[in-house]
């Protein structure tokens, strides 16, 4: 009796084994793998087969009816293979199939009615293909698909109502094709589509109302094709969208208020593309953004509130914008939450006291490869969270020996290739560099002084007071105190006293240590020149009520010089001109002649 029943149990597996074609392997629960030199579709036992896996085979044609012994076969794939023709009636006959999946293959052309009896058909892989056109009738009768892709081909072009039958279907993959453009009606519709791929592609252009009919649609990914300009409210009917990606595109501008209506957006990239500027209203309520790319754009600056509806932002990435120069002072006004800023590889030479007061969550802060040269003592005041800053490669002169001292939960701090002042100024946050030097991860890559001459190379953290030589009174209080005196008497054009200043007198022993001054705070024009260790220095303030009329003296006075100069240079060539006429006088000519000359010559003058 126990021998019976275990024989019986057997058996379906030994003929199973029996009947499963050499090159296959074939499973207990119906499926049956096929790898290799097989040609044809091969004999299988159609009481078992539910999946058919062929890869890698050598078969070239689908032949007519090829499915049609197998009544039970639900899926079926032809992969990897040198698949180039199908049969008109490849499929006849077969219309319990579920999925059929050709992908990577040869295949340039499909018969329009191939898939004609597949109403059970819910999914379509002809991915990786050679795809060059899809006749409008393909997909009729597909009234159950639910997947489709027909991406890495090379189709150029679209029927509109290529689709129109595809009611049920959820996912459509486009990438990787040839498209140019995209018939406006062509998604109409796809109403339960919930994924749309239309990435590296050509599209430039897309049609208002093509995403119109799309409301269910959770990801749309228009990235890498050429669109250059995308019209008002392409995509105000889509409120259920969780993903777009505009990223790699042509977009030079985007119209006001294209980003409204997705209140349930958690990944919108817009990053590589040439875009100028942005518009003051663009982004409505979006509460579930986390993430936001916006980099490789020439945009120079951004409306202050670009961010104001984003209050759930995490991360955002704002670099390598190679022209962003300025940053509105309230622009992270709104980003409690934010955690990570990266603000890398732009353009920015200073930045406004108020700009991160708003980002108490904020932990880690790029501002590495911009221009700056300073930042305002209170920058880091309101950002309790900060552990992770990078300054390094700016052009940071200076930094207030303060600027990190609310900054208590800081904890790498990065700060080479600057281009440190060394002089007296200095010495405030090299002191304080000194004594935090754990938090600084790049003490090794030279955190050292850029200027003067003398002091170049110097590590930041060693400096000395004796290095600055800021004992005997420091050039920074010289140059100011002349200055406060030349604003203090406007009116009183400078006496010459008041424009040289003997530079050796001051840095002793080294006539050579500068070749030009530059002040650092202060609105004044500085103008300086540089003789045999003399240094002329005269200021104009850009400011207030003396300016234009400092401005004008100064005219005044260069003009009248070089007046002065001409008109000498004019009387030495007169008086050379007497001379040579008394000399020919003295050379023994007569009176007559003498006379004579004299009167043409006041003639002349
Ligand atoms: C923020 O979103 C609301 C609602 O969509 C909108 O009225 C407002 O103009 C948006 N603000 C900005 C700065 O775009």
């Known amino acids: 009796m126990w021998l019976i029943f275990a024989l019986l149990q057997l058996l379906p597996q030994l003929t199973l084994s029996t009947r499963c074609p050499s090159g296959c392997v074939c499973d207990i629960k119906g499926s049956t793998k096929c790898i290799g030199n097989i040609t044809d579709i091969p004999l299988l036992d159609p009481a078992i087969t539910f999946l058919l896996l062929l890869d890698d085979t050598h078969i070239k044609v689908l032949q007519e009816r090829s499915f049609q012994p197998f009544s039970l076969l639900l899926r079926m794939q032809i992969t990897h293979s040198s698949l180039n023709t199908i049969h008109p009636e490849a499929f006849h006959g077969a219309p319990q199939l579920r999925s059929i999946k050709l992908s990577?293959?040869?295949?340039?052309?499909?018969?329009?009615?191939?898939?004609?009896?597949?109403?059970?058909?819910?999914?379509?892989?002809?991915?990786?293909?050679?795809?060059?056109?899809?006749s409008s009738e393909l997909?009729?009768?597909?009234?159950?698909?639910?997947?489709?892709?027909?991406?890495?081909?090379?189709?150029?072009?679209?029927?509109?109502?290529?689709?129109?039958?595809?009611?049920s279907l959820n996912f459509l993959n486009l990438a990787g094709n040839q498209l140019k453009n995209l018939p406006q009606t062509l998604f109409h519709n796809l109403r339960q589509l919930k994924s749309l791929n239309l990435s590296s592609n050509?599209?430039?252009?897309?049609?208002?109302?093509?995403?119109?009919?799309?409301?269910?649609?959770l990801v749309l990914i228009l990235q890498k094709n050429q669109i250059q300009e995308i019209p008002p409210r392409l995509f105000w009917h889509m409120p259920s969208l969780l993903t777009l990606l505009l990223s790699s595109n042509q977009l030079q501008y985007i119209p006001a208020e294209s980003f409204y209506y997705l209140p349930n957006l958690t990944k919108l990239t817009l990053y590589n593309n040439p875009l100028i500027s942005l518009p003051d209203q663009l982004v409505g309520h979006m509460q579930r953004l986390q993430e936001l790319h916006l980099y490789e754009t020439n945009l120079a600056t951004v409306p202050w509130n670009l961010f104001a509806n984003m209050t759930n932002l995490r991360w955002l990435y704002l670099h390598f914008n190679k022209k962003l120069s300025s940053l509105p002072k309230n622009l992270f006004c709104c980003l409690p939450n934010l955690m990570k800023l990266s603000l890398k590889n732009n353009n920015l030479k200073e930045l406004h006291t108020e700009v991160f007061s708003g980002l108490i969550s904020l932990q880690i802060l790029l501002l590495n490869e911009n221009k700056l040269q300073s930042l305002p003592a209170t920058i880091f005041q309101q950002t309790p969270s900060l552990k992770i800053l990078d300054l390094s490669h700016n052009h940071l002169r200076y930094l207030p020996g303060n600027i990190f001292v609310h900054a208590s939960a800081l904890k790498v701090l990065s700060l080479s290739g600057n281009k440190w002042n060394c002089?007296?100024?200095?010495?405030?946050?090299?002191e304080w560099i000194s004594e935090n030097q754990r938090?600084?991860?790049?003490?090794?890559?030279?955190?050292?002084?850029?200027?003067?001459?003398?002091?170049?190379?110097?590590?930041?953290?060693?400096?000395?007071?004796?290095?600055?030589?800021?004992?005997?009174?420091?050039?920074?209080?010289?140059?100011?105190?002349?200055i406060a005196t030349m604003q203090q008497t406007p009116l009183i054009p400078p006496t010459a006293e008041d424009f040289y200043v003997k530079t050796s007198s001051i840095y002793?022993?080294?006539?050579?240590?500068?070749?030009?001054?530059?002040?650092?705070?202060?609105?004044?024009?500085?103008?300086?020149?540089?003789?045999?260790?003399?240094?002329?220095?005269?200021?104009?303030?850009?400011?207030?009520?003396?300016?234009?009329?400092?401005?004008?003296?100064?005219?005044?006075?260069?003009?009248?010089?070089?007046?002065?100069?001409?008109?000498?240079?004019y009387i030495l060539y007169r008086l050379n001109k007497v001379m040579v006429v008394l000399g020919a006088v003295a050379m023994g000519g007569g009176q007559r002649i003498m006379t004579r000359k004299i009167r043409s010559f006041k003639v002349q003058l």
């Not at 953290?461 to 209080?477: A, I, M, P, R, V």
């Open 202 to 217: 050509q599209l430039e252009t897309l049609e208002s109302g093509t995403f119109d009919h799309l409301n269910n649609l």
């Open 423 to 430: 002089d007296c100024r200095i010495l405030s946050i090299a």
């Open 508 to 569: 002793n022993n080294d006539p050579a240590f500068y070749n030009t001054i530059v002040l650092d705070d202060g609105p004044e024009i500085v103008h300086n020149n540089h003789y045999n260790g003399w240094v002329y220095l005269w200021t104009v303030p850009s400011r207030g009520p003396y300016s234009g009329f400092m401005t004008f003296l100064y005219i005044v006075l260069l003009a009248t010089g070089v007046i002065l100069i001409l008109a000498s240079v």
């Open 104 to 134: 990577s293959n040869a295949l340039s052309i499909f018969p329009p009615k191939v898939f004609s009896e597949q109403s059970n058909l819910e999914q379509l892989q002809l991915d990786d293909n050679q795809i060059i056109s899809i």
């Open 139 to 167: 997909f009729q009768g597909l009234v159950n698909l639910i997947e489709l892709d027909i991406s890495r081909n090379r189709i150029s072009q679209l029927d509109a109502n290529v689709f129109q039958i595809l009611t």
């Open 439 to 482: 938090l600084i991860n790049d003490l090794d890559k030279g955190v050292a002084c850029h200027e003067p001459h003398h002091l170049r190379n110097n590590h930041l953290q060693k400096l000395t007071y004796e290095d600055l030589q800021c004992s005997q009174g420091g050039f920074q209080t010289f140059t100011s105190t002349l």
